[in-house]
């Protein structure tokens, strides 16, 4: 099968470099891809949210599947510009992928199927925001831009002063753009935080090793939120009986609910978790692969990652069984010197003679004339597989100066905790 996959980061690097070693994919395809997809996949340079050129494209070059990964296209409705042009697409309508596109109604549909989360409030006007926070008595508390922010549309503030700040930049001074015009502004949860994500065909649910993301920028999770400085899987905070918990009072209830409200949902869903003295709650759901806990995970897969993703598209999930390897899938991102605030791109990487324990996956790479240069903030995954946490970093930490450019930074601290 021609396979071509939507999106630029490491998520998509680990997304093609999976499915390259599936015996039915004939040719790999990647839009817009980046410098280290570009050895794997034909580039394609198309941009993400050009939906018609993307169904041209698969059209004319008789693209058998597209796999959509990045949030916006999926928001946005690439999967249904697909399927109603005959295409097969990996990844939810967007009716479905609303659960990401919106925390407001992310939050209603929660409260609607009696699934646990932090309690909340919805604000559309700023005043009543602004009075609603300085009657506020239990801080730190959370604000979250309705919309998508590429990860970073979540303050917590530590108290009135932060919050009322926070709250005017996202709604008066949209620095998520139109992600602000609503804000959630729910109750901070404590625990122990964890990802599970999980395939599936609108029926059947397979969920992957849980995992572990690192979401601020610096160590002893200090900084403003990002996308993701580092993950690994699985987290040993998900034991059987956190498991047997997720699923009955999260998992199920969600797809069952996302079904019954005619929003089934096919593709892979993100749960954000945190165990709480309380149980097990909601942080947040996602409507694809995380970034970079792809990264962690894919490498574990021991099924044919193109079979699960043909069982998804064809809702036939249950006739298979999906393997996974025991050992500890981990990874660091490398990130430029300004994420995620202001970046900048350009800068020449070196990379060392890396152990062949490592795998790279690019985020945000180009080759410019010949040279390689960052193209994002977050620049390159260094991954490994080993048998438990504590080799996995010694292995990435070993190795992970060999890779070089200016004002480069990453997390010393991942899998520490
Ligand atoms: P989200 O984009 O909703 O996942 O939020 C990003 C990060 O903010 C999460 O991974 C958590 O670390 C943190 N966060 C979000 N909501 C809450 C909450 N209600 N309580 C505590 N931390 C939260
Ligand atoms: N790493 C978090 C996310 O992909 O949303």
């Given at each position: 099968m021609k396979v071509l996959v939507i999106g630029s980061g490491g998520r998509e690097h680990a997304i093609c470099h999976t499915l390259k070693k599936s015996p039915l994919v004939t040719e790999l395809f990647c839009a817009p891809g980046n410098a280290g997809i570009a050895e794997i996949a034909t580039l394609v340079p198309i941009k993400v949210m050009d939906f018609d050129a993307i169904v041209d494209y698969a059209k004319t070059n008789a693209i058998d599947l597209v796999f959509v990964a990045p949030d916006d296209p999926l928001y946005g409705g690439l999967v249904n510009a697909l399927e109603d042009n005959g295409i097969k697409a990996f990844g939810p309508r967007k009716e479905a992928a609303i659960i990401e596109g919106s925390k407001a109604f992310s939050k209603e549909f929660m409260i609607r199927h009696n699934i646990p989360t932090a309690q909340y409030k919805t604000f559309t006007n700023y005043e009543d925001a602004k009075v609603y926070l300085e009657n506020y008595e239990d801080f730190p508390v959370v604000l979250k831009a309705d919309g998508l922010a590429l990860g970073k549309g979540v303050i917590i503030a530590q108290n009135k002063e932060e919050s009322l700040k926070a709250l005017s930049e996202m709604m008066l001074d949209k620095v998520f753009g139109g992600a602000g015009n609503t804000v959630v502004i729910e109750e901070f949860l404590t625990g122990k935080e964890m990802t599970v994500l999980a395939f599936?065909?609108?029926?059947?649910?397979?969920?992957?090793?849980?995992?572990?993301?690192?979401?601020?920028?610096?160590?002893?999770?200090?900084?403003?939120?990002?996308?993701?400085?580092?993950?690994?899987?699985?987290?040993?905070?998900?034991?059987?009986?956190?498991?047997?918990?997720?699923?009955?009072?999260?998992?199920?209830?969600?797809?069952?609910?996302?079904?019954?409200?005619?929003?089934?949902?096919?593709?892979?869903?993100?749960?954000?978790?945190?165990?709480?003295?309380?149980?097990?709650?909601?942080?947040?759901?996602?409507a694809r692969f995380g970034?970079?806990?792809?990264?962690?995970?894919?490498?574990?897969?021991?099924?044919?990652?193109?079979?699960?993703?043909?069982?998804?598209?064809?809702?036939?999930?249950?006739?298979?069984?999906?393997?996974?390897?025991?050992?500890?899938?981990?990874?660091?991102?490398?990130?430029?010197?300004?994420?995620?605030?202001?970046?900048?791109?350009?800068?020449?990487?070196?990379?060392?003679?890396?152990?062949?324990?490592?795998?790279?996956?690019?985020?945000?790479?180009?080759?410019?004339?010949g040279q390689l240069v960052t193209n994002g903030g977050r620049v390159i995954c260094v991954t490994t597989v080993q048998q438990d946490i504590p080799t996995a970093r010694q292995v990435v930490y070993e190795e992970i100066d060999k890779i070089q450019f200016t004002d480069m930074r990453y997390r010393k601290d991942i899998g520490i905790k």
């Open positions: 599936t065909d609108g029926k059947t649910v397979k969920c992957m090793p849980a995992s572990q993301d690192h979401k601020k920028a610096y160590d002893n999770d200090l900084g403003l939120n990002t996308g993701g400085m580092g993950a690994f899987a699985p987290t040993l905070v998900y034991t059987k009986e956190v498991e047997t918990e997720t699923i009955k009072y999260i998992i199920k209830p969600t797809i069952e609910g996302l079904k019954e409200e005619g929003r089934t949902f096919k593709g892979v869903i993100y749960f954000g978790l945190m165990l709480t003295s309380k149980g097990v709650k909601v942080i947040e759901y996602n970034d970079p806990e792809t990264q962690a995970i894919l490498p574990l897969l021991e099924t044919d990652f193109m079979k699960i993703v043909l069982a998804v598209v064809d809702g036939k999930l249950g006739d298979v069984e999906i393997k996974w390897s025991k050992k500890t899938g981990f990874c660091v991102v490398v990130a430029s010197g300004g994420y995620p605030s202001n970046v900048v791109k350009g800068y020449p990487i070196t990379i060392g003679n890396l152990s062949n324990r490592i795998t790279l996956f690019h985020s945000g790479t180009a080759m410019k004339d």
